[in-house]
């Protein structure tokens, strides 16, 4: 028995696909066959495009889960830092002492 990978489309593809299926000028099936995929993928990508169309014009809507993502990791960036600078100052340290005590690292 063997497994087939499911295929994947662009986006550009699924879009003018969906507008095309929003049209009504062809039923699913027509605009399914006429681009060698099944009616299924159509009615989902109709369904998702809906479901999400207002984010077209809601910018702040597209933007808040990367931003917030940024700020998350400009937050660990900054921990990260404060830990070099706490590291290099234990070092510096153990070197100062160690040449003290006659130990050249």
Do not use: C
């Not at 295929?7 to 699924?14: A, D, G, I, S």
């Not at 299924?40 to 808040?64: A, H, T």
Request: glycine share 2%; aromatic share 8%.
């Amino acid at each position: 028995m063997s497994t087939r990978k499911p295929r994947t489309y662009e986006n550009n593809f699924k879009a003018k696909v969906v507008l095309e299926a929003l049209k009504n000028d062809k039923t699913i099936n027509q605009i399914a066959s006429e681009n060698n995929i099944i009616p299924e993928n159509i009615k989902n990508w109709k369904k998702q495009f809906l479901e999400n169309m207002e984010m077209v014009f809601d910018k702040d809507k597209r933007l808040d889960p990367y931003k917030k993502k940024i700020s998350e990791k400009d937050e660990l960036i900054e921990e990260l830092y404060k830990q070099v600078g706490k590291i290099t100052t234990h070092l510096e340290w153990a070197k100062k002492k160690s040449k003290e005590a006659g130990i050249e690292l």
